[in-house]
């Protein structure tokens, strides 16, 4: 939990009224300050006036759908996304990852995992805002992450990555050829110590397949995930 005298702001954009009240229920009582948008639009808005720590966002919203509502909110300052969605489709995840989004919620599901999402979250964001190791990784003949800039370029031309693919990029490119379960992956980056959301992490991987190339991450088929084993690491210069 963390130790700031204020407390951390969430914004819920939910246009259906008994789950956003009952999010927002839930947040409050855990100590978080809670505003609630119900529309697309208005979630834009509420985004921009607020500046919130972390944001739950519905797939499906009235105005502008909740990948557009995404992409927007990200387009100025990067915060942290829960989406929730009531379709389960590999391709639906995917994409919302890839506007944004840090990791998803289907629908149904149950307050005490909600709140140890949000959690995971937050402190993922704060220990990304204080660590600034100053190393380079290079992940095949044409992959580059600069850990201290959180930039990401492939043959030169630079990729984006949402927050939690880089953080996964990186644990994997640290340590190339390693296989690291879906457990692993979920305590170390996510800060997940339940072991819920393997299919968090395999959506994740999808996303760093499309935007990166096949050769990057290995499937290790009943164990987990693998950096390729060309990776290399060094200082940056």
């Given at each position: 939990m963390?130790?700031d005298?204020?407390?951390?702001?969430?914004?819920?954009?939910?246009?259906e009224?008994?789950?956003?009240?009952?999010v927002?229920?839930?947040?409050?009582s855990?100590?978080f300050?809670?505003?609630?948008?119900?529309?697309?639009?208005?979630?834009?808005?509420?985004?921009?006036r607020?500046?919130?720590d972390?944001?739950v966002?519905?797939?499906?919203?009235?105005?502008i759908d909740?990948l557009e509502?995404c992409?927007l909110i990200q387009?100025?300052?990067?915060?942290?996304?829960l989406?929730?969605?009531?379709?389960?489709?590999?391709?639906?995840?995917v994409?919302?990852?890839?506007v944004?989004a840090d990791?998803?919620l289907t629908?149904?599901?149950?307050?005490?995992?909600?709140?140890?999402?949000?959690r995971?979250?937050l402190r993922?964001s704060?220990?990304?805002?204080?660590?600034?190791?100053?190393?380079l990784l290079g992940?095949?003949?044409?992959l580059?992450v600069?850990v201290?800039?959180r930039?990401?370029?492939?043959?030169g031309?630079?990729?984006?990555?949402?927050p939690?693919?880089f953080?996964?990029l990186?644990?994997?490119?640290?340590?190339?050829?390693?296989?690291l379960?879906?457990?692993?992956l979920?305590?170390?980056?996510?800060?997940?110590?339940?072991?819920s959301?393997?299919?968090?992490?395999?959506?994740?991987?999808?996303?760093?397949?499309?935007?990166?190339?096949?050769?990057?991450?290995?499937t290790v088929?009943?164990?987990g995930?693998?950096?390729?084993?060309?990776?290399?690491?060094?200082s940056a210069?």
């Open positions: 963390s130790s005298l204020s407390p951390r702001t969430i914004l819920v954009i939910e246009d009224t008994t789950i956003a009240q009952a927002a229920a839930r947040l409050r855990e100590g300050a809670v505003e609630v948008a119900t529309d697309g639009p208005g979630g834009v808005e509420a985004c921009a607020l500046a919130p972390l944001v966002l519905d797939l499906m919203l009235p105005g909740g509502v992409r387009r100025d300052r990067p915060v942290p996304v989406m929730l969605t009531a379709r389960d489709s590999e391709d639906d995840l994409v919302g990852l890839a944004g990791d998803y629908k149904p599901f149950s307050s005490r995992e909600l709140v140890a999402r949000v995971a979250l993922r704060e220990r990304t805002a204080v660590a600034g190791a100053p190393d992940i095949g003949p044409d580059r600069d201290a800039a930039r990401v370029t492939r043959a031309a630079e990729v984006h990555l949402t939690t693919e953080d996964l990186v644990f994997l490119g640290r340590r190339p050829g390693q296989v379960t879906r457990e692993q979920l305590a170390q980056v996510w800060g997940y110590r339940d072991g959301g393997a299919r968090t992490v395999d959506s994740h991987v999808r996303a760093l397949r499309h935007k990166l190339g096949s050769d990057v991450v290995r088929h009943g164990v995930y693998a950096a390729a084993e060309r990776a290399t690491a060094g210069a």
